[in-house]
């Protein structure tokens, strides 16, 4: 039997996502606590990979088990997991549903703070330079990169893929209600390695002065790197939605 699980975490105490041989990740994490309450080896396979860091406030898995879950099975979970990481969610699907080859969008967020907030330091870049950002040119950098589907310019190196191409749904920055930061939204059918952090680094170059619009223009067209190139820090950005065909899922 194959399940999905909806589930949550804090990557702060983690080196990411997938399993790595000296540092604890969050699916090594997961699949211990599932040996616990399912007193048998459970693999799991998730949606996507962050990395070390980065955080999820949605983030699908699947597992397959012989026999059906007890009732209590996602009580008994929460109780294993570390406070850092929540199951919400259970789903019997498919024994071909895959939860990331399935996935038809996944949408992410990077939190910009203006001010110095201690319990933020985690899940915010404190950007205290942020005075000095022209806004209006880092609106026009997001927008720039709807009218491409290529993104060679926002993959780190030595990243092994088929296609740099990308669907992009969504691309913007949001000043947070309160003025105290900003927010970048992104959405597509799939994303590159590194490729959001880069992104948000680009439009701080763009907004601090360093870096021309026609620049990044220039490189997309050629489909080149940036010479003056920044991975934005990695605990401001967050997994916010994946979408599934089956609406029950994402």
């Known amino acids: 039997m194959r399940y999905f699980i909806e589930l949550s975490y804090d990557g702060t105490n983690y080196c990411g996502w997938q399993v790595q041989p000296h540092d604890m990740s969050v699916q090594q994490k997961i699949e ?4 616990t309450v399912l007193r048998i080896k459970t693999p799991v396979v998730g949606c996507g990979r962050t990395d070390s860091g980065v955080h999820a406030s949605q983030y699908f898995l699947h597992f397959d088990h012989p026999t059906p879950v007890p009732d209590n099975f ?28 399935d996935a038809t969008q996944r949408a992410y967020q990077y939190h910009l703070g203006f001010r110095k907030d201690p319990f933020r330091q985690q899940t915010s870049y ?3 330079q942020w005075n000095k950002l022209d806004i209006d040119k880092m609106h026009k950098a997001a927008a720039l990169l709807l009218e491409y589907s290529a993104f060679y310019t926002f993959c780190k190196s ?5 296609t740099m191409n990308c669907t992009l749904m969504d691309s ?6 309160d003025g105290q930061g900003m927010t970048y939204h992104v959405a597509a059918n799939r994303f590159l390695r590194g490729m959001v952090r880069l992104i948000v680094g680009m439009c701080l170059n763009v907004g ?30 967050f997994l916010t939605k994946v979408a599934y065909p089956d609406d029950d899922l994402g």
């Open 208 to 237: 601090m002065g360093k870096l021309k619009l026609d620049t990044v223009r220039q490189a997309l067209d050629k489909q080149e790197r940036l010479t003056k190139s920044l991975s934005a820090p990695p605990h401001g950005l």
């Open 32 to 35: 211990e606590s599932l040996a």
């Open 172 to 177: 913007r920055w949001v000043m947070d209600e």
């Open 74 to 101: 996602l009580s008994r979970m929460n109780k294993v997991l570390p406070t850092d990481i929540a199951f919400y969610n259970l789903k019997e699907v498919d024994d071909e549903a895959h939860t990331r080859f």
């Open 158 to 162: 030595n990243t092994e893929v088929k």
């Open 126 to 128: 404190y950007f205290p």
